[in-house]
């Protein structure tokens, strides 16, 4: 029953119609939606294994080179780190950085007793000291994150105009109630306690993508996996709501799928920039670019190694500015 806008009436409306053509929009959704996902799981699980199978293949020397320059920076990093606290301590540097290599080694025997002490006592002032360093380093990056977060949902809303899109925390009752009962379904058939578990899908990994996307708040993660899944197994599971033709429901479940769909595609045109994108089902056609691909590679394997060799070189001047080093006198 719906009201002429003419004369103010009510005049009989055919809401059968209606519902059949909102479930026809749902389902072309889904499977739009479904498509993209199928995409994103075949980059996933074939693409990018299967390029960095073949990265490995053709440069493993260079990429140990790249691993062992890594781990030397690590070290470095390190000592650079306890060079600079035992100077804030009250120790030269040249002595800091005997005591950072060697450990703390006093020069007589009747000073050992009283040395261990003071060893004792400035190991848990220092390991309070970083604690509290620690916790101060966790609030600033908190902080910093939770405004980084406020600028990019700000600048999306001037350029989109419009923020329901992108709009996160706080969830809104009816969406957090749609977050619980797609979390639900979902766990129904991918905890690996459940006796509903789809035993044909990975669903280890499905189950832990599926938790993230919880604890984030992403209802449209939990949709694009929940009709991928579908579109996979054949199966049905999504339950319908206790009014199955509520035609507000359908608009609303139709608006999700949308989002969903906007966001994925987002998605995928990152994912597109990727090397490995269509890896293995191109290898047939890149028999000519395949060689461009190598060059590319290799020069960009080539660009890390500087750049990793520049980082150990300014530690290496660092430890050279400090001088030879020398043991302390005495134990600060």
């Given at each position: 029953?719906?009201f002429?806008?003419?004369?103010?009436?009510p005049?009989v409306?055919?809401?059968?119609?209606l519902?059949?053509?909102?479930?026809?929009?749902e389902?072309?959704?889904?499977?739009?939606?479904?498509?993209?996902?199928?995409?994103?799981?075949?980059?996933?699980?074939?693409d990018r294994?299967?390029?960095?199978?073949?990265?490995?293949?053709?440069?493993?020397?260079?990429?140990?080179?790249l691993e062992?320059?890594?781990?030397?920076?690590?070290q470095?990093?390190?000592?650079?780190?306890?060079?600079q606290?035992?100077?804030?301590?009250?120790?030269l540097?040249?002595?800091a950085?005997?005591?950072?290599?060697?450990?703390?080694?006093?020069?007589?025997?009747?000073?050992?007793?009283?040395a261990?002490s003071?060893?004792?006592q400035?190991?848990?002032?220092?390991?309070?000291?970083?604690?509290?360093r620690?916790k101060?380093?966790?609030?600033?990056e908190a902080?910093?994150?939770?405004?980084?977060?406020?600028?990019?949902?700000h600048?999306?809303k001037?350029?989109?105009?419009?923020?329901?899109?992108f709009?996160?925390?706080?969830?809104?009752?009816?969406?957090?109630k749609?977050?619980?009962q797609?979390?639900?379904?979902?766990?129904?058939?991918?905890?690996?306690?459940?006796?509903?578990?789809?035993?044909?899908?990975?669903?280890?990994?499905l189950?832990?993508?599926?938790q993230?996307?919880?604890?984030e708040?992403?209802?449209?993660?939990?949709i694009?996996?929940?009709?991928w899944?579908?579109?996979e197994?054949?199966?049905f599971?999504l339950?319908?709501s206790?009014?199955?033709h509520?035609?507000?429901?359908?608009?609303?479940?139709?608006?999700?799928?949308?989002?969903?769909?906007?966001?994925?595609?987002?998605?995928i045109?990152?994912?597109?920039?990727?090397?490995?994108?269509?890896?293995?089902?191109?290898?047939?056609?890149?028999?000519?670019?395949?060689g461009?691909?190598?060059?590319?590679v290799?020069?960009?394997?080539?660009?890390?190694?500087?750049?990793?060799?520049?980082r150990?070189?300014?530690?290496?001047?660092?430890?050279?500015?400090?001088g030879?080093?020398?043991?302390?006198?005495?134990?600060?």
């Amino acid at each position: 029953m719906s009201f002429d806008d003419r004369f103010g009436l009510p005049v009989v409306s055919d809401w059968t119609l209606l519902f059949q053509r909102l479930q026809r929009e749902e389902r072309e959704w889904g499977r739009r939606l479904a498509h993209l996902e199928s995409q994103i799981r075949d980059f996933e699980d074939r693409d990018r294994p299967e390029y960095e199978r073949w990265v490995r293949r053709e440069f493993g020397p260079q990429l140990s080179v790249l691993e062992e320059l890594q781990e030397q920076i690590r070290q470095r990093h390190l000592l650079a780190q306890r060079v600079q606290r035992l100077i804030e301590e009250g120790y030269l540097p040249r002595e800091a950085l005997f005591v950072a290599r060697h450990g703390e080694t006093p020069h007589s025997e009747q000073d050992k007793g009283t040395a261990s002490s003071r060893s004792t006592q400035s190991d848990s002032k220092e390991e309070r000291d970083a604690r509290k360093r620690a916790k101060l380093q966790a609030k600033r990056e908190a902080r910093r994150a939770e405004k980084k977060s406020q600028r990019r949902v700000h600048s999306q809303k001037k350029s989109t105009g419009d923020s329901s899109h992108f709009e996160r925390p706080p969830i809104p009752d009816f969406s957090r109630k749609n977050l619980v009962q797609m979390y639900r379904q979902l766990a129904r058939k991918l905890h690996p306690d459940s006796t509903q578990v789809i035993s044909s899908l990975n669903t280890s990994r499905l189950w832990l993508e599926v938790q993230s996307a919880y604890e984030e708040g992403r209802l449209d993660r939990l949709i694009s996996i929940a009709e991928w899944i579908q579109s996979e197994s054949g199966e049905f599971f999504l339950e319908e709501s206790s009014s199955a033709h509520d035609l507000e429901a359908k608009k609303i479940r139709i608006r999700d799928l949308e989002r969903s769909h906007q966001k994925l595609n987002r998605q995928i045109s990152e994912l597109q920039q990727h090397p490995a994108w269509r890896f293995t089902g191109a290898r047939v056609e890149r028999g000519i670019s395949l060689g461009n691909l190598r060059k590319k590679v290799a020069r960009e394997v080539e660009i890390q190694c500087d750049h990793l060799q520049a980082r150990l070189d300014s530690y290496h001047d660092f430890f050279n500015s400090i001088g030879p080093e020398r043991k302390p006198k005495r134990i600060v």
